[in-house]
């Protein structure tokens, strides 16, 4: 990750009260990595985000992810298929070897700006909140 790139993540993450001390900042020289982002209670109202998120980066790209709680298949395939709506940002929906959904944003480590990050996390949370909020109705 180059150094702009690096100015952008670490700006990004003091806004959410994660501040990456001098000393850990090596880890952004790394070709890739991972790095999980407990959020500030402020934003404690998005609970299907289960309060964090991963920042992941190899070669040009820098990857949001988000954790989205569901219960049971019809509710995993009705989640996707709103998941897969038009989004204004481009956004892939993966489910992990343990059959978790997850939101994911990429962004090019190329020209990254905190702007940008903040207007891909902003996205992930609103959606991922309002899948929480479809989760707690009730339909019959």
Not at 34 to 44: F, K, Q, R
Request: aromatic residues 8%.
């Amino acid at each position: 990750m180059d150094s702009n790139a690096q100015l952008a993540v670490k700006e990004f993450l003091a806004g959410l009260e994660n501040v990456i001390p001098d000393h850990q900042s090596a880890l952004f020289d790394q070709p890739s990595g991972v790095l999980s982002i407990t959020l500030p209670d402020s934003y404690s109202t998005c609970p299907s985000v289960n309060n964090h998120i991963e920042l992941r980066w190899e070669q040009n790209w820098l990857s949001l992810l988000a954790p989205v709680n569901d219960s049971g298949p019809e509710k995993k395939v009705a989640d996707l298929l709103l998941l897969l709506a038009a989004s204004p940002l481009p956004v892939q929906v993966v489910i992990d070897r343990q059959e978790r959904l997850w939101l994911v944003s990429q962004l090019p480590l190329i020209n990254l700006r905190t702007s940008f990050l903040c207007r891909h996390f902003q996205w992930l949370t609103e959606k991922a909140a309002s899948l929480q909020n479809r989760s707690h109705t009730t339909y019959g």
